[in-house]
């Protein structure tokens, strides 16, 4: 918690420094922009991440192998696992109830999204599904189906998984391939519709995976997934949830997709979904992956790269090639949280190059 604590004092003395460089920079705005810089702004980037991953690697060099709980959180120190009593904050929306209940129609009632974004006429669908009763924990969906009726019968579903691991599906729905965009004007944060969704061809389902990320939680330290079967199970109970909220999509080709970390929960469904064909029922035509960060000792080799195209020096190229090699091993070592440390410096590094 000191810990915590300290870091959330870093980030507020951090902002109104930043906030004061980027008032600063108004009058050299048009250099700063100009495409001579870019190669500059890049390479900047790319120091501060070597920089900051520096720091990270040495922090975890300082921890024994045996607090690995402690490590992994440490590594997001503004994550509180405990929540914060609200007033305006409602109970969540279990729907799980509802469909054992055979109340399909009620459920669809109450999940239904109203009055929270304009445009209005985006419609979509929201809540929870139990995918363990033992520790109460729940899988956090967001669900558009196609607006066009036509497209609403025959577009594809495609299941939208996000990375991290731990990232939340919200950063696709309001910035990659959901239905809104969120900018900031210069006051305020603003949402429209976003012209170039996927949700113009097709039924986008999010969802928050595994339990722990976004807004899907568990009342129990053992509901949280330790490996990538358990990770597949939670998911795969969910989509014969959602099915059997919405058994018109049933009929529609079904594709996974997912992007960097992501990728691993994609296969672990997938696979649970071909191998269980009879008992899934589910219409899967394939899968399709960005970024994804699935054999991280191929993926550590940025060094070389970044060297060759002009973004860093020789020096910062070895310092980089030291950090991968010490990746790589403790992968072979099978020192995973101390892997991990790096792969948070290659995604860090992937944001520039």
């Given amino acids: 918690h000191r810990r915590a604590k300290t870091c959330r004092c870093a980030v507020r003395n951090f902002a109104p420094a930043m906030a004061a460089v980027t008032s600063g920079r108004t009058g050299r705005q048009q250099g700063w922009h100009s495409p001579a810089c870019g190669t500059m702004r890049a390479a900047f980037g790319i120091l501060v991440c070597c920089a900051a991953g520096c720091c990270v690697w040495r922090r975890a060099a300082c921890l024994s192998s045996e607090s690995t709980p402690l490590y992994l959180r440490s590594a997001y120190p503004l994550w509180d696992p405990e929540t914060t009593p609200s007033h305006s904050a409602a109970e969540p929306l279990l729907l799980t109830p509802y469909l054992r209940n055979g109340q399909i129609l009620r459920a669809k009632q109450l999940a239904k999204v109203a009055d929270v974004f304009r445009p209005h006429r985006v419609l979509s669908y929201s809540g929870y599904f139990t995918v363990s009763d033992e520790h109460n924990s729940n899988l956090f969906f967001w669900f558009f189906p196609a607006p066009c009726l036509y497209h609403s019968k025959e577009a594809p579903l495609i299941l939208w998984l996000e990375g991290g691991p731990g990232a939340s599906t919200a950063f696709s729905v309001f910035k990659e391939i959901g239905p809104f965009n969120c900018s900031f004007d210069g006051e305020n944060y603003v949402i429209d519709e976003n012209p170039l969704s996927w949700?113009?061809?097709?039924?986008?389902?999010?969802?928050?995976?595994?339990?722990?990320?976004?807004?899907?939680?568990?009342?129990?330290?053992?509901?949280?997934?330790?490996n990538f079967s358990t990770v597949g199970e939670q998911l795969f109970e969910a989509l014969k949830q959602f099915y059997t909220m919405f058994p018109e999509q049933r009929i529609n080709p079904f594709y996974i997709m997912a992007e960097s970390y992501g990728g691993k929960f994609a296969l672990a469904l997938?696979?649970?979904?071909?191998?269980?064909?009879?008992?899934?029922?589910?219409?899967?035509?394939?899968?399709?992956?960005?970024?994804?960060?699935?054999?991280?000792?191929?993926?550590?080799?940025?060094?070389?790269?970044?060297?060759?195209i002009g973004l860093i020096d020789n020096n910062t190229k070895q310092e980089i090639n030291r950090l991968e090699s010490q990746g790589k091993k403790a992968i072979h070592d099978k020192h995973y949280v101390d892997a991990f440390?790096?792969?948070?410096?290659?995604?860090?590094?992937?944001?520039y190059h």
């Fill in 199 to 226: 949700h113009n061809n097709n039924s986008l389902l999010f969802i928050d995976s595994p339990v722990g990320t976004g807004f899907s939680f568990t009342e129990h330290i053992d509901g949280y997934a330790t």
């Fill in 270 to 308: 997938a696979s649970l979904i071909h191998n269980e064909k009879i008992l899934a029922d589910i219409k899967m035509e394939g899968i399709a992956i960005g970024n994804g960060f699935l054999d991280p000792e191929t993926l550590l080799c940025y060094g070389d790269f970044l060297y060759q």
């Fill in 341 to 351: 440390y790096v792969s948070i410096i290659k995604n860090m590094f992937d944001r």
